[in-house]
């Protein structure tokens, strides 16, 4: 069993950044792909970026040249920088493992899930 916990979320103006992290613990990450995905009020949850085992990677479009998912194997997380934030990145934001490897954009493909951190961006 994965257990994810996201941590680095809070309440920042446009235009700030923040760092979240995801801690894996229960089992090595390394081989697992691993997706950011959020949620926001009245919305549908919705993908954010992915990272396969290689450590290639895909980005949401409204977040490509903002938003960059690493991993750190060494120390079993993921991490998603964000800068230039803006009102509508607004969310609960979700870590995410899937047992592919292959870092999908689909979220039907993830088993294990985070329990989420907020984020939120004022104007």
């Known amino acids: 069993q994965v257990l994810l916990t996201e941590s680095g979320g809070g309440l920042v103006q446009a235009g700030a950044s923040l760092r979240l992290s995801c801690a894996a613990s229960?089992?090595?990450?390394?081989?697992?792909?691993m997706g950011w995905f959020r949620q926001a009020p009245g919305k549908e949850r919705e993908f954010v970026a992915a990272?396969?085992?290689?450590?290639?990677?895909d980005y949401f479009d409204s977040v490509k040249g903002r938003f960059t998912i690493s991993r750190d194997n060494a120390k079993n997380t993921v991490n998603l920088q964000m800068n230039s934030l803006k009102p509508e990145d607004t969310a609960v934001y979700f870590c995410?493992?899937?047992?592919?490897?292959?870092?999908?954009?689909?979220?039907?493909?993830?088993?294990?899930w985070g329990q989420g951190t907020q984020v939120t961006v004022s104007s």
């Open positions: 229960g089992r090595t990450i390394s081989s697992y792909g």
């Open positions: 990272i396969s085992w290689s450590g290639g990677t």
């Open positions: 995410a493992a899937e047992a592919y490897g292959l870092g999908s954009k689909r979220i039907q493909q993830y088993k294990h």
